[in-house]
C-alpha cells in the first residue's frame, strides 16, 4: 500500500466515525478514480501502430477501437480498469499469426479514448457496438474487469461458445473487498460502498447478482470457459477466479502461473499459450498446449 493511500484510508476512517455514509460516498469517488493513464510499452508500440483504428460514440464519449488481422474468425479483446487495449500486443501478435481478426478498443477515459465518469456499462456498450460492425465474435477475451465484462456479455447480448478471463472474477463484489482492505475501510463503510456502487449502475443486491455475477449465474451450458491467472497476484487474489471455475464445472479450465502478477502475466508465455490454444481449439486444445509435465514446475494446471 503507498503512503497516498495509507494517508487517503487514514482519513476514510476518520471520516466514517462520525458517518459511515459520507465516507462510503468518497470511497466510492475514490473506487471510481483512472488516473493517471498508463502509457504503451516500447514493446507494444509496434502492434499498437500496426493496427486499424475507427472511432464511434457510446453513451456520450468518443470510443477509439482497434482492429488487427484478416481472418474470417473475429476475437474481441477487452482490457481492465486503468489499462488499455495495447496490453494485448502480445496475444494480439498471436491471434493474427494463428488466422484470426482481432479487435479491442479503449474505454472511456483509458488510452486514446475521451474521458468524463465512466463504469462497467460503459465497457458493455462498448463492446455490443463493435459486435455490429465485426460480430458475432468466435470469442471474448478479457483482462481484470475486463474478464467480467466479457462474462457479463457471454451470459446477456453477446452468447459466444468461447470465454476467456485473466486476472479476472466472476462477479464486482471482489473488486469493492479489495478496495475496503486496501484502505482499511470498516464493514459500515464498505458495505455503504457496495450499495452505492450497485445504485451508480441502477441495480439493487437482486438485478446486480442477474446481470454481473457469473458464479451464481453461470455462463450459458454450450460456452467453453479458460480462466488463467497468477498465484501470487496482489491486486486481485485467486481466491474467487476458483470459485468461477469451479461453477463452470466440467466446461471450464484454469491455468494458474507464478511471478507474473496481475497485468504482466498478459504477456506470459504460458497465458499466450493457453488462450491461444483455447481460441483455436476450444478446451481440449488447452490440455494438449500444456500438458502437466511440460508447465513450470510452480504452476498448476487443473484439467477439470
Known amino acids: 500500500m503507498s503512503t497516498l493511500s495509507t494517508f487517503v484510508g487514514r482519513g476514510l476512517r476518520a471520516i466514517a466515525v462520525l458517518s459511515p455514509a459520507l465516507a462510503g460516498l468518497i470511497a466510492l469517488r475514490l473506487f471510481f478514480v483512472t488516473t493517471p493513464r498508463i502509457e504503451i510499452r516500447p514493446a507494444d508500440a509496434a502492434s499498437d501502430l500496426a493496427a486499424e483504428r475507427m472511432r464511434f460514440t457510446v ?15 473475429t476475437v474481441l479483446l477487452i482490457h481492465g480498469w486503468r489499462g488499455r487495449a495495447s496490453q494485448f500486443a502480445p496475444l494480439v501478435r498471436e491471434l493474427v499469426a494463428e488466422g484470426f481478426r482481432v479487435v ?3 474505454a472511456p477515459a483509458h488510452g486514446r479514448s475521451s474521458g468524463g465518469p465512466t463504469d462497467m456499462r460503459d465497457w458493455l456498450a462498448a463492446a455490443e457496438t463493435l459486435q455490429q460492425s465485426h460480430g458475432p465474435f468466435h470469442a471474448v477475451v478479457g483482462h481484470s474487469m475486463g ?7 457471454a ?3 453477446m452468447p459466444t461458445g468461447l470465454v476467456a478471463v485473466i486476472s479476472a472474477v466472476g462477479h464486482p463484489d471482489p473488486y469493492i473487498a479489495e478496495f475496503a482492505k486496501d484502505f482499511g475501510l470498516n464493514p459500515r463503510t464498505a458495505a455503504q460502498v457496495r450499495t452505492r456502487f450497485q445504485a451508480r449502475l441502477h441495480e439493487d443486491e437482486a438485478s446486480a447478482a442477474r446481470r454481473y455475477d457469473a458464479v451464481t449465474h453461470p455462463l450459458p451450458s454450450e460456452t467453453e470457459l479458460l480462466v488463467v ?3 501470487y497476484d496482489r491486486r486481485m487474489p485467486d481466491t474467487d477466479a476458483q470459485r468461477l471455475h469451479a461453477a463452470h464445472d466440467g466446461r471450464s479450465r484454469m491455468v ?5 502478477g496481475h497485468t ?12 491461444t490454444a483455447f481460441v483455436t ?3 481440449s486444445a488447452v490440455a494438449d498446449a500444456l500438458p502437466v509435465d511440460e508447465v513450470e514446475p510452480d504452476m498448476a494446471f487443473d484439467r477439470r
Request: net charge positive; glycine share 14%.
Open 155 to 157: 451470459r446477456s447480448s
Open 281 to 283: 481449439g476450444g478446451l
Open 229 to 231: 491467472h497468477d498465484r
Open 59 to 73: 453513451r456520450g464519449r468518443e470510443i477509439v477501437s482497434y482492429a488487427w488481422g484478416s481472418g474470417e474468425r
Open 104 to 106: 479491442s478498443f479503449d
Open 264 to 275: 504482466r502475466v498478459l504477456a506470459s508465455d504460458v497465458t499466450l499459450d493457453a488462450v
Open 256 to 260: 494458474r502461473t507464478s511471478g507474473f
Open 147 to 153: 474478464g467480467l465484462a466479457a462474462l457479463t456479455l
